[in-house]
Nanobody, 120 residues
Framework: QVHLVESGGGLVPAGGSLRLTCVAS????????MGWYREAPGEQRELVAT???????NYADSVKGRFTASRDISKNTLYLQMNSLKPEDTAVYYC??????????????WGQGTQVTVSS
């Protein structure tokens, strides 16, 4: 079974920065995509950024220009650099990985999440 472990969350003032890290239990070459999602209290989980195995990184409109997702393949690690943080960025952030199981289907894996809190 694939395991994903997030870290790097914390409490920061508005305008500050954090870098989130997601370490996978196996080579990230095995995934067709990896990404970051977030879930605020009372809200549905939403996309933050995704990195296809071979393609352009996609970002939610709300974080474009502020967040940068990247991968270090040699370390089986995914990062999310978050700059110019806003109170509305407060949420639990989850790492995601997807593996293709058929031409039209796949399986998704999730980490346990890391809390990001941005004060006013």
């Amino acid at each position: 079974q694939v395991h994903l472990v997030e870290s790097g969350g914390g409490l920061v003032p508005a305008g500050g920065s954090l870098r989130l890290t997601c370490v996978a239990s196996e080579t990230i070459f095995s995934f067709r995509s990896m990404g970051w999602y977030r879930e605020a209290p009372g809200e549905q989980r939403e996309l933050v950024a995704t990195i296809p195995a071979d393609g352009l990184t996609n970002y939610a409109d709300s974080v474009k220009g502020r967040f940068t997702a990247s991968r270090d393949i040699s370390k089986n690690t995914l990062y999310l650099q978050m700059n110019s943080l806003k109170p509305e960025d407060t949420a639990v952030y989850y790492c995601n990985a997807e593996r293709e199981t058929s031409p039209v289907a796949g399986i998704a894996y999730w980490g346990q999440g890391t809390q990001v809190t941005v004060s006013s």
